[in-house]
Protein backbone atom coordinates (compact mmCIF):
# COMPACT_ATOMS: atom_id res chain seq x y z
CA UNK A 1 0.00 0.00 0.00
CA UNK A 2 1.23 3.36 -1.18
CA UNK A 3 2.05 5.88 1.78
CA UNK A 4 -0.45 8.89 2.52
CA UNK A 5 0.97 12.24 1.17
CA UNK A 6 1.90 14.99 3.46
CA UNK A 7 -1.02 16.20 2.30
CA UNK A 8 -3.50 13.81 2.97
CA UNK A 9 -2.39 13.27 6.49
CA UNK A 10 -2.52 17.09 7.10
CA UNK A 11 -5.94 17.00 5.90
CA UNK A 12 -7.12 13.64 7.72
CA UNK A 13 -6.10 16.07 10.75
CA UNK A 14 -8.27 18.87 9.61
CA UNK A 15 -10.94 16.80 9.86
CA UNK A 16 -10.74 14.90 13.08
CA UNK A 17 -9.87 17.99 14.94
CA UNK A 18 -12.27 20.84 13.43
CA UNK A 19 -15.45 18.85 12.94
CA UNK A 20 -15.52 19.38 9.19
CA UNK A 21 -15.85 18.11 5.84
CA UNK A 22 -13.16 16.82 3.65
CA UNK A 23 -14.03 18.81 1.04
CA UNK A 24 -13.96 21.97 2.78
CA UNK A 25 -10.07 21.08 3.27
CA UNK A 26 -8.80 23.07 -0.15
CA UNK A 27 -5.28 24.39 -0.19
CA UNK A 28 -7.08 27.63 -0.13
CA UNK A 29 -9.41 27.34 2.50
CA UNK A 30 -8.24 29.52 5.67
CA UNK A 31 -8.49 28.06 9.11
CA UNK A 32 -10.38 30.98 11.36
CA UNK A 33 -12.56 32.08 8.37
CA UNK A 34 -13.37 29.08 6.52
CA UNK A 35 -12.98 26.34 8.60
CA UNK A 36 -14.59 28.12 11.87
CA UNK A 37 -11.43 27.10 14.28
CA UNK A 38 -10.95 29.34 17.07
CA UNK A 39 -7.56 30.59 18.90
CA UNK A 40 -7.45 27.13 20.78
CA UNK A 41 -8.13 24.68 17.96
CA UNK A 42 -4.92 26.79 15.95
CA UNK A 43 -3.02 25.61 18.60
CA UNK A 44 -3.81 22.36 19.07
CA UNK A 45 -3.69 22.19 15.60
CA UNK A 46 -0.06 22.85 15.44
CA UNK A 47 0.39 20.54 18.01
CA UNK A 48 -0.65 17.79 16.09
CA UNK A 49 1.23 18.52 13.09
CA UNK A 50 4.12 18.54 15.00
CA UNK A 51 3.51 15.22 16.40
CA UNK A 52 2.31 13.53 13.27
CA UNK A 53 5.46 14.98 11.10
CA UNK A 54 7.96 15.03 13.96
CA UNK A 55 9.00 18.51 13.40
CA UNK A 56 8.97 21.99 15.90
CA UNK A 57 7.18 24.70 14.79
CA UNK A 58 8.27 27.92 16.34
CA UNK A 59 5.80 30.52 17.90
CA UNK A 60 6.64 32.99 15.09
CA UNK A 61 5.81 30.97 12.29
CA UNK A 62 2.99 29.19 13.31
CA UNK A 63 1.30 33.10 13.05
CA UNK A 64 2.28 32.82 9.64
CA UNK A 65 -0.21 29.14 9.18
CA UNK A 66 -3.46 30.19 7.64
CA UNK A 67 -4.39 27.81 5.15
CA UNK A 68 -4.47 24.50 4.78
CA UNK A 69 -1.69 24.87 1.71
CA UNK A 70 0.58 26.72 3.85
CA UNK A 71 0.98 23.89 6.60
CA UNK A 72 1.58 21.48 3.60
CA UNK A 73 4.21 23.51 2.30
CA UNK A 74 5.61 24.38 5.58
CA UNK A 75 5.82 20.66 6.37
CA UNK A 76 6.89 19.53 2.78
CA UNK A 77 9.94 22.42 3.33
CA UNK A 78 10.96 21.14 6.69
CA UNK A 79 11.08 17.81 5.37
CA UNK A 80 13.65 18.93 2.72
CA UNK A 81 16.01 20.23 5.22
CA UNK B 1 -37.03 37.67 48.56
CA UNK B 2 -40.20 37.78 47.19
CA UNK B 3 -42.37 35.49 49.06
CA UNK B 4 -45.09 35.74 46.48
CA UNK B 5 -42.90 34.13 43.51
CA UNK B 6 -43.15 30.52 43.61
CA UNK B 7 -40.54 28.03 41.45
CA UNK B 8 -41.79 24.92 40.11
CA UNK B 9 -39.97 21.80 38.18
CA UNK B 10 -41.07 22.36 34.63
CA UNK B 11 -38.88 19.71 32.88
CA UNK B 12 -36.59 16.68 34.01
CA UNK B 13 -33.40 15.11 32.86
CA UNK B 14 -31.18 12.54 33.42
CA UNK B 15 -28.49 9.83 32.59
CA UNK B 16 -27.76 7.37 35.50
CA UNK B 17 -26.16 3.85 35.38
CA UNK B 18 -29.42 2.53 35.83
CA UNK B 19 -30.83 4.24 32.89
CA UNK B 20 -29.99 7.18 30.20
CA UNK B 21 -33.13 8.95 30.03
CA UNK B 22 -35.75 10.19 33.18
CA UNK B 23 -38.18 7.58 32.20
CA UNK B 24 -35.43 4.77 32.20
CA UNK B 25 -34.22 5.74 35.24
CA UNK B 26 -37.31 5.80 36.53
CA UNK B 27 -38.67 2.27 35.96
CA UNK B 28 -35.69 0.79 36.90
CA UNK B 29 -35.75 2.21 40.29
CA UNK B 30 -39.02 1.55 40.79
CA UNK B 31 -38.33 -2.34 39.89
CA UNK B 32 -35.33 -2.55 42.49
CA UNK B 33 -33.28 -2.87 39.42
CA UNK B 34 -29.57 -2.72 40.26
CA UNK B 35 -26.90 -0.27 38.00
CA UNK B 36 -23.29 -1.53 39.69
CA UNK B 37 -21.18 -4.12 37.09
CA UNK B 38 -17.85 -4.36 37.19
CA UNK B 39 -15.80 -1.43 35.25
CA UNK B 40 -15.10 -1.66 31.42
CA UNK B 41 -13.85 2.02 31.39
CA UNK B 42 -10.21 0.59 32.14
CA UNK B 43 -8.14 -2.12 33.77
CA UNK B 44 -9.18 -2.79 37.29
CA UNK B 45 -7.25 -5.23 37.92
CA UNK B 46 -4.70 -3.90 40.39
CA UNK B 47 -7.48 -1.76 42.57
CA UNK B 48 -9.53 -3.04 45.45
CA UNK B 49 -12.28 -1.88 44.19
CA UNK B 50 -13.09 -3.01 40.74
CA UNK B 51 -16.98 -1.92 40.77
CA UNK B 52 -18.58 1.00 39.43
CA UNK B 53 -21.89 2.16 38.16
CA UNK B 54 -21.26 3.49 34.68
CA UNK B 55 -23.61 5.09 31.81
CA UNK B 56 -24.45 2.62 29.19
CA UNK B 57 -23.99 3.11 25.55
CA UNK B 58 -23.78 7.20 25.58
CA UNK B 59 -22.80 8.40 22.11
CA UNK B 60 -22.09 12.36 23.27
CA UNK B 61 -22.07 13.79 19.50
CA UNK B 62 -25.73 13.52 19.80
CA UNK B 63 -26.07 16.71 22.05
CA UNK B 64 -23.99 19.05 20.30
CA UNK B 65 -24.65 20.83 17.65
CA UNK B 66 -20.79 20.32 16.01
CA UNK B 67 -18.99 17.22 17.03
CA UNK B 68 -15.84 19.41 17.64
CA UNK B 69 -17.40 20.51 20.49
CA UNK B 70 -18.26 17.41 21.78
CA UNK B 71 -14.64 16.69 21.48
CA UNK B 72 -13.77 19.37 23.18
CA UNK B 73 -16.23 18.94 26.36
CA UNK B 74 -14.53 16.45 29.09
CA UNK B 75 -17.55 13.66 29.88
CA UNK B 76 -18.65 15.22 32.73
CA UNK B 77 -19.86 18.02 30.60
CA UNK B 78 -20.86 15.79 27.66
CA UNK B 79 -22.90 14.06 30.34
CA UNK B 80 -24.73 17.32 31.37
CA UNK B 81 -25.09 18.47 27.72
CA UNK B 82 -27.40 15.32 27.26
CA UNK B 83 -29.22 15.66 30.45
CA UNK B 84 -29.90 19.55 29.72
CA UNK B 85 -31.05 18.57 26.18
CA UNK B 86 -33.02 16.14 27.57
CA UNK B 87 -34.69 18.30 30.71
CA UNK B 88 -34.84 21.65 27.52
CA UNK B 89 -36.68 19.72 25.22
CA UNK B 90 -39.12 17.94 28.16
CA UNK B 91 -39.70 21.42 29.36
CA UNK B 92 -40.99 22.94 25.83
CA UNK B 93 -38.92 26.00 27.15
CA UNK B 94 -37.35 26.53 23.48
CA UNK B 95 -40.18 25.48 21.65
CA UNK B 96 -41.84 27.56 18.87
CA UNK B 97 -43.81 30.14 19.38
CA UNK B 98 -42.66 30.02 23.20
CA UNK B 99 -41.31 34.11 23.57
CA UNK B 100 -38.16 33.57 26.11
CA UNK B 101 -35.63 36.57 27.44
CA UNK B 102 -33.00 34.71 27.81
CA UNK B 103 -31.21 37.40 30.07
CA UNK B 104 -34.15 36.12 32.13
CA UNK B 105 -32.86 32.15 32.05
CA UNK B 106 -29.72 31.41 34.23
CA UNK B 107 -27.83 27.86 34.68
CA UNK B 108 -26.65 26.76 37.30
CA UNK B 109 -24.95 23.14 36.92
CA UNK B 110 -21.78 21.87 38.89
CA UNK B 111 -19.72 18.72 39.42
CA UNK B 112 -17.87 17.70 42.21
CA UNK B 113 -15.05 17.03 40.86
CA UNK B 114 -14.78 17.91 37.32
CA UNK B 115 -12.81 17.30 34.18
CA UNK B 116 -11.38 14.79 36.26
CA UNK B 117 -11.07 12.41 32.51
CA UNK B 118 -8.81 15.85 31.10
CA UNK B 119 -6.67 16.15 34.16
CA UNK B 120 -5.25 12.63 33.52
CA UNK B 121 -4.97 12.65 29.56
CA UNK B 122 -2.72 15.90 30.25
CA UNK B 123 -0.70 14.72 32.65
CA UNK B 124 -0.03 11.34 30.86
CA UNK B 125 1.08 14.08 28.07
CA UNK B 126 3.24 16.26 30.13
CA UNK B 127 5.04 13.21 31.57
CA UNK B 128 5.26 11.45 28.27
CA UNK B 129 5.93 14.18 25.87
CA UNK B 130 6.38 17.15 27.74
CA UNK B 131 4.80 20.78 28.70
CA UNK B 132 4.46 21.22 24.99
CA UNK B 133 2.25 18.59 24.31
CA UNK B 134 -0.62 19.98 27.06
CA UNK B 135 -3.59 20.39 25.17
CA UNK B 136 -4.60 24.08 25.04
CA UNK B 137 -8.38 22.48 25.42
CA UNK B 138 -7.03 21.22 28.99
CA UNK B 139 -7.82 23.91 31.31
CA UNK B 140 -11.23 24.63 30.03
CA UNK B 141 -12.39 21.14 29.82
CA UNK B 142 -11.51 20.44 33.72
CA UNK B 143 -13.15 23.24 35.04
CA UNK B 144 -15.96 22.73 36.92
CA UNK B 145 -17.96 25.16 35.85
CA UNK B 146 -17.36 24.85 32.42
CA UNK B 147 -20.71 22.37 31.93
CA UNK B 148 -22.66 25.72 32.73
CA UNK B 149 -20.54 27.88 30.41
CA UNK B 150 -21.15 25.46 27.59
CA UNK B 151 -25.23 25.13 28.07
CA UNK B 152 -25.23 28.48 28.23
CA UNK B 153 -23.42 29.05 24.81
CA UNK B 154 -25.70 26.10 23.26
CA UNK B 155 -28.85 28.20 24.26
CA UNK B 156 -27.91 31.76 24.46
CA UNK B 157 -29.25 31.57 28.35
CA UNK B 158 -27.56 34.92 29.20
CA UNK B 159 -29.00 35.32 32.80
CA UNK B 160 -26.84 34.27 36.33
CA UNK B 161 -24.55 31.28 35.59
CA UNK B 162 -22.09 29.82 38.03
CA UNK B 163 -21.49 25.98 39.09
CA UNK B 164 -21.75 24.91 43.09
CA UNK B 165 -18.50 22.75 43.73
CA UNK B 166 -19.52 21.11 46.93
CA UNK B 167 -18.75 17.43 46.48
CA UNK B 168 -21.42 15.28 46.63
CA UNK B 169 -24.23 18.32 47.89
CA UNK B 170 -23.66 19.66 44.49
CA UNK B 171 -26.50 19.31 42.65
CA UNK B 172 -28.97 20.01 45.61
CA UNK B 173 -27.03 23.04 46.75
CA UNK B 174 -27.50 24.02 42.72
CA UNK B 175 -31.16 23.09 43.03
CA UNK B 176 -31.62 25.41 46.59
CA UNK B 177 -29.66 28.51 44.79
CA UNK B 178 -31.53 28.47 41.80
CA UNK B 179 -34.39 28.66 43.74
CA UNK B 180 -33.57 31.48 45.48
CA UNK B 181 -32.41 33.63 42.12
CA UNK B 182 -35.88 33.13 41.15
CA UNK B 183 -37.61 33.89 44.09
CA UNK B 184 -35.65 37.07 44.36
CA UNK B 185 -36.68 37.97 40.69
CA UNK B 186 -33.28 38.11 39.36
CA UNK B 187 -34.77 35.28 36.75
CA UNK B 188 -37.82 33.50 34.91
CA UNK B 189 -36.04 30.35 34.82
CA UNK B 190 -32.87 28.50 36.14
CA UNK B 191 -30.84 25.25 34.39
CA UNK B 192 -29.72 23.68 37.40
CA UNK B 193 -28.22 20.32 38.41
CA UNK B 194 -24.53 18.50 38.28
CA UNK B 195 -22.90 15.86 36.58
CA UNK B 196 -19.93 13.54 37.34
CA UNK B 197 -17.93 11.01 35.72
CA UNK B 198 -14.98 10.08 37.81
CA UNK B 199 -14.93 5.91 37.36
CA UNK B 200 -11.48 6.58 35.99
CA UNK B 201 -7.86 5.55 37.54
CA UNK B 202 -7.76 8.34 39.86
CA UNK B 203 -11.23 8.24 40.82
CA UNK B 204 -11.59 4.95 41.75
CA UNK B 205 -7.67 5.03 43.24
CA UNK B 206 -8.44 7.89 45.52
CA UNK B 207 -12.00 7.44 46.80
CA UNK B 208 -10.42 3.78 47.25
CA UNK B 209 -7.47 4.98 49.28
CA UNK B 210 -9.70 6.42 51.23
CA UNK B 211 -11.32 3.28 51.84
CA UNK B 212 -14.70 4.89 51.40
CA UNK B 213 -15.62 2.37 48.56
CA UNK B 214 -16.82 -0.99 48.64
CA UNK B 215 -14.65 -3.99 47.45
CA UNK B 216 -17.59 -6.52 47.30
CA UNK B 217 -16.23 -7.37 44.03
CA UNK B 218 -17.90 -10.72 43.30
CA UNK B 219 -21.21 -9.11 43.83
CA UNK B 220 -21.68 -6.03 42.46
CA UNK B 221 -25.05 -5.80 42.30
CA UNK B 222 -25.33 -6.25 45.99
CA UNK B 223 -22.31 -3.89 46.76
CA UNK B 224 -24.47 -1.01 47.49
CA UNK B 225 -26.05 -1.67 50.57
CA UNK B 226 -27.07 1.13 52.85
CA UNK B 227 -27.96 0.84 56.51
CA UNK B 228 -27.26 -2.71 55.92
CA UNK B 229 -25.09 -4.08 58.57
CA UNK B 230 -22.50 -5.55 56.09
CA UNK B 231 -22.64 -2.66 54.23
CA UNK B 232 -18.54 -1.81 53.27
CA UNK B 233 -18.64 1.50 51.65
CA UNK B 234 -20.22 3.03 48.89
CA UNK B 235 -20.00 2.59 45.42
CA UNK B 236 -18.92 4.95 42.66
CA UNK B 237 -21.27 6.13 40.30
CA UNK B 238 -21.43 8.62 37.23
CA UNK B 239 -24.35 10.28 35.37
CA UNK B 240 -25.83 13.58 35.26
CA UNK B 241 -29.07 15.12 36.74
CA UNK B 242 -30.56 18.23 35.25
CA UNK B 243 -34.13 20.14 36.28
CA UNK B 244 -36.03 23.10 34.57
CA UNK B 245 -36.85 25.53 37.46
CA UNK B 246 -39.11 27.89 36.71
CA UNK B 247 -41.46 30.91 37.81
CA UNK B 248 -45.22 29.90 38.67
CA UNK B 249 -46.58 32.45 36.55
CA UNK B 250 -43.69 32.41 33.44
CA UNK B 251 -44.84 28.67 33.30
CA UNK B 252 -48.21 29.44 33.15
CA UNK B 253 -48.64 32.04 30.87
CA UNK B 254 -46.79 29.82 28.37
CA UNK B 255 -48.98 27.02 29.01
CA UNK B 256 -45.98 24.83 30.72
CA UNK B 257 -46.48 21.12 32.36
CA UNK B 258 -45.95 21.77 36.33
CA UNK B 259 -44.30 18.33 37.34
CA UNK B 260 -43.62 19.95 40.71
CA UNK B 261 -42.84 22.78 43.01
CA UNK B 262 -39.66 23.20 45.15
CA UNK B 263 -40.88 24.67 48.06
CA UNK B 264 -38.00 23.99 51.10
CA UNK B 265 -34.14 24.52 50.66
CA UNK B 266 -31.56 24.43 53.71
CA UNK B 267 -27.97 24.21 53.59
CA UNK B 268 -25.34 24.23 56.43
CA UNK B 269 -21.56 22.88 57.32
CA UNK B 270 -21.03 20.74 59.93
CA UNK B 271 -17.47 22.64 60.63
CA UNK B 272 -16.50 19.27 62.25
CA UNK B 273 -14.21 17.24 59.84
CA UNK B 274 -13.17 17.05 55.69
CA UNK B 275 -14.79 13.95 55.65
CA UNK B 276 -15.86 12.61 58.71
CA UNK B 277 -20.45 13.17 59.27
CA UNK B 278 -21.57 14.96 62.24
CA UNK B 279 -25.20 14.56 62.22
CA UNK B 280 -25.95 17.93 63.64
CA UNK B 281 -25.01 19.96 60.40
CA UNK B 282 -27.65 17.66 58.14
CA UNK B 283 -30.80 18.18 61.06
CA UNK B 284 -29.38 21.95 61.06
CA UNK B 285 -30.09 21.82 57.12
CA UNK B 286 -33.60 19.99 57.34
CA UNK B 287 -34.55 21.62 60.16
CA UNK B 288 -34.20 24.95 57.48
CA UNK B 289 -36.00 23.65 54.84
CA UNK B 290 -39.10 22.41 56.76
CA UNK B 291 -38.78 26.18 57.92
CA UNK B 292 -38.37 27.41 54.23
CA UNK B 293 -41.11 25.32 53.32
CA UNK B 294 -43.90 26.63 56.29
CA UNK B 295 -44.10 22.64 57.04
CA UNK B 296 -43.94 20.76 60.20
CA UNK B 297 -41.59 17.16 60.04
CA UNK B 298 -44.98 15.03 60.28
CA UNK B 299 -46.07 16.63 56.67
CA UNK B 300 -43.17 14.89 54.63
CA UNK B 301 -44.23 11.80 53.35
CA UNK B 302 -41.01 10.66 51.69
CA UNK B 303 -36.93 11.11 52.63
CA UNK B 304 -34.94 10.43 49.41
CA UNK B 305 -31.61 9.86 52.15
CA UNK B 306 -28.00 10.46 51.12
CA UNK B 307 -27.92 6.89 52.42
CA UNK B 308 -24.69 6.34 50.46
CA UNK B 309 -23.98 3.00 52.40
CA UNK B 310 -20.87 4.06 54.60
CA UNK B 311 -20.45 3.12 57.67
CA UNK B 312 -20.47 6.03 59.37
CA UNK B 313 -22.68 8.19 56.60
CA UNK B 314 -25.89 5.74 57.26
CA UNK B 315 -25.72 6.10 61.10
CA UNK B 316 -25.09 9.72 61.33
CA UNK B 317 -28.37 10.85 58.97
CA UNK B 318 -30.25 8.53 60.41
CA UNK B 319 -29.29 10.55 63.69
CA UNK B 320 -30.08 13.46 62.05
CA UNK B 321 -33.24 12.41 60.92
CA UNK B 322 -34.51 11.20 64.13
CA UNK B 323 -33.34 14.56 66.00
CA UNK B 324 -36.05 16.38 63.48
CA UNK B 325 -39.03 13.75 62.33
CA UNK B 326 -38.24 12.19 66.68
CA UNK B 327 -37.01 8.84 67.30
CA UNK B 328 -40.27 7.06 66.74
CA UNK B 329 -41.31 8.40 63.31
CA UNK B 330 -42.63 6.28 60.52
CA UNK B 331 -41.62 8.82 57.74
CA UNK B 332 -40.34 6.16 55.08
CA UNK B 333 -37.12 7.04 54.13
CA UNK B 334 -35.08 5.20 51.09
CA UNK B 335 -31.85 5.18 49.14
CA UNK B 336 -31.59 4.93 45.27
CA UNK B 337 -28.12 5.22 45.20
CA UNK B 338 -28.63 1.24 46.42
CA UNK B 339 -29.13 1.22 42.66
CA UNK B 340 -27.15 3.74 41.17
CA UNK B 341 -24.35 3.77 42.93
CA UNK B 342 -23.28 7.41 44.38
CA UNK B 343 -23.14 9.80 41.34
CA UNK B 344 -21.36 12.40 43.82
CA UNK B 345 -22.09 15.91 42.32
CA UNK B 346 -24.79 14.95 40.23
CA UNK B 347 -26.52 12.66 43.21
CA UNK B 348 -28.61 15.68 44.37
CA UNK B 349 -30.50 16.68 41.50
CA UNK B 350 -31.17 12.73 40.21
CA UNK B 351 -32.34 12.02 43.63
CA UNK B 352 -34.70 15.30 43.64
CA UNK B 353 -36.17 13.99 40.26
CA UNK B 354 -36.66 10.89 41.87
CA UNK B 355 -38.90 12.49 44.75
CA UNK B 356 -40.71 13.86 41.64
CA UNK B 357 -41.21 10.48 39.67
CA UNK B 358 -42.15 9.24 43.35
CA UNK B 359 -44.97 12.19 43.83
CA UNK B 360 -46.19 11.37 40.03
CA UNK B 361 -46.39 7.66 40.30
CA UNK B 362 -47.40 7.42 44.27
CA UNK B 363 -45.13 4.86 44.66
CA UNK B 364 -41.63 5.02 47.02
CA UNK B 365 -38.24 3.65 45.23
CA UNK B 366 -37.19 0.96 47.65
CA UNK B 367 -33.28 0.65 48.99
CA UNK B 368 -32.51 -3.17 47.86
CA UNK B 369 -29.85 -4.81 49.43
CA UNK B 370 -31.07 -3.84 53.00
CA UNK B 371 -31.19 -7.82 54.07
CA UNK B 372 -30.41 -7.00 58.17
CA UNK B 373 -30.17 -3.34 59.04
CA UNK B 374 -27.62 -2.35 61.63
CA UNK B 375 -28.72 -1.77 64.82
CA UNK B 376 -28.47 2.12 64.95
CA UNK B 377 -30.50 2.56 61.94
CA UNK B 378 -34.02 1.64 63.00
CA UNK B 379 -35.93 3.87 60.69
CA UNK B 380 -38.37 2.30 57.90
CA UNK B 381 -35.77 2.45 54.78
CA UNK B 382 -38.43 0.69 52.68
CA UNK B 383 -36.58 -2.89 51.89
CA UNK B 384 -36.25 -4.54 48.64
CA UNK B 385 -39.25 -3.82 46.93
CA UNK B 386 -41.06 -0.13 45.62
CA UNK B 387 -44.49 0.26 48.03
CA UNK B 388 -47.28 2.24 46.77
CA UNK B 389 -48.01 5.19 49.09
CA UNK B 390 -49.90 8.94 48.64
CA UNK B 391 -47.17 11.26 48.29
CA UNK B 392 -47.94 14.75 48.32
CA UNK B 393 -44.45 16.01 49.66
CA UNK B 394 -40.94 14.58 49.77
CA UNK B 395 -37.50 15.79 51.25
CA UNK B 396 -33.82 15.20 49.82
CA UNK B 397 -30.85 15.29 51.67
CA UNK B 398 -27.63 15.50 50.12
CA UNK B 399 -24.20 15.67 52.10
CA UNK B 400 -20.53 16.29 50.85
CA UNK B 401 -16.93 16.23 51.56
CA UNK B 402 -16.11 19.17 53.73
CA UNK B 403 -19.07 18.66 55.86
CA UNK B 404 -21.87 20.32 53.36
CA UNK B 405 -25.10 19.95 53.72
CA UNK B 406 -28.19 20.25 51.52
CA UNK B 407 -32.15 19.68 51.82
CA UNK B 408 -34.62 19.88 49.47
CA UNK B 409 -38.64 19.87 49.63
CA UNK B 410 -40.65 19.19 46.49
CA UNK B 411 -44.23 18.66 46.49
CA UNK B 412 -47.10 18.01 44.39
CA UNK B 413 -48.51 21.07 42.61
CA UNK B 414 -51.85 22.56 43.98
Redesign the interface.
Known amino acids: MAEKSIEERVKEIIVE???VNPEQVTPAAKFIEDL?ADS??T??LV?AF??EFNVEVPDEEAEKLQTVGDVIRYIEDKGDE | MSQNRRVVITGMGALTPVGNTVSAFWESIAAGKSGIGTVTAFDVSAYDCKIAGEIKGFEPNAFFKNPKDARRADRYAQLAMAATKEAVAHSGLMAEGVALDRERVGVIVGSGIGGLKSIEDQHSNLIAKGPGRISPFMIPMMISNMASGLIAIEYGFQGPNFAVVTACATSAQSVGEGWRLIKDDDVDVIIAGGSEAAVLPLGLGGFGSMKALSTRNDDPTRASRPWDKDRDGFVLGEGAGIVVLEELEHAKKRGAVIYGEVTGYGTTCDAYHMTSPDSGGAARAIKMALKKAGLNPDQIDYINAHGTSTGLGDVSETRAVKAVFGDQTKVPVSSTKSMTGHLLGAAGAVELIACVKAIEHGLIPPTINLDQPDEECTLDYVPHTAREAKLTRAMSNSFGFGGHNATLIVQKFA
Open positions: QLGGLDVEMEE
